[in-house]
């Protein structure tokens, strides 16, 4: 257990762990049938929030970052990344294969007929090039290129969370229905893709200076008056 510690960090665990424990409390649903009385569709859909969920977190990694100084937060959005495109995939074989299995005229006819499905599918397919050269080597190959094509993230999480709060019963737009989770979703992502524009981000990062300024200017003794 020690070692366990020695080697990785607290917040190193704590993602592993949740992202784990979420795979592990589904299989026990399924297996203990504490699904609802849509198995199938409740996967689909406890899926597909946690790779939304997981994205929103790597999202929030560089502006937490330069707000409180926690260097860390960098470190671990690849590790939040492929989690999320994990359990992307996994949503995606449920849609495609438990779901559906593999009747590829009944699933474009659902697409068809459900045009949200065409925006989980786009956002799905363009995470592929984001999970594939999230390595180390890719990086060093695609040089400049490399934060080119991971910044698509920036339109990548939109498209996801218009599919998801489509894929609602309700009306997104005007507030209607079982939109509850997906608006919340949407405003964090929002202010956390607003703290992405560099003016923003330049007075995030100088936030913590000028906090500390004005504390210290707050703790200074109070000058004497000449008599």
């Known amino acids: ?25 589904l299989v026990y649903d399924l ?22 969920t997981l994205l929103i977190l790597s999202l929030a990694c560089t502006p937490l970052n330069n707000l409180f100084g926690w260097r860390e937060l960098i470190k671990r959005r690849r590790a939040l990344g492929l989690y999320a495109f994990m ?11 438990i779901d559906y299995g593999f009747a590829w005229s009944l699933i474009v006819q659902t697409i068809v007929e459900k045009p949200y499905i065409i925006l989980g599918l786009l956002g799905f397919l363009l995470l592929v090039p984001l999970a594939a050269t999230s390595f180390d080597e890719w990086k060093r190959r695609l040089g400049k290129n490399w934060k080119r094509l991971h910044q698509t993230i920036y339109f990548i ?38 703290m992405r524009i560099p003016r ?11 906090s500390l300024s004005r504390l210290r200017k707050r ?6 008056i000449a008599q």
């Open 31 to 52: 297996i203990t049938g504490n699904l609802s009385a849509n198995p199938i569709q409740e996967l689909e859909q406890r899926t597909g929030r946690h790779a939304i």
């Open 87 to 97: 359990y992307a995939t996994i949503h995606v074989i449920i849609f495609v294969n």
């Open 200 to 210: 923003v981000r330049k007075f995030i990062a100088s936030f913590p200076s000028r």
């Open 1 to 25: 257990m020690k070692t366990i510690f020695f080697r990785y960090t607290p917040l190193q665990i704590t993602i592993h762990v949740y992202a784990w424990s979420v795979l592990v409390f």
């Open 219 to 224: 703790g200074a003794p109070p000058e004497t």
């Open 157 to 194: 999480v939109p498209i996801l969370l218009l599919h998801y709060a489509l894929g609602k019963k309700g009306d997104f737009f005007v507030l209607q229905g079982d939109i509850i989770r997906p608006l919340i979703y949407s405003l964090v992502a929002g202010i956390l893709l607003l």
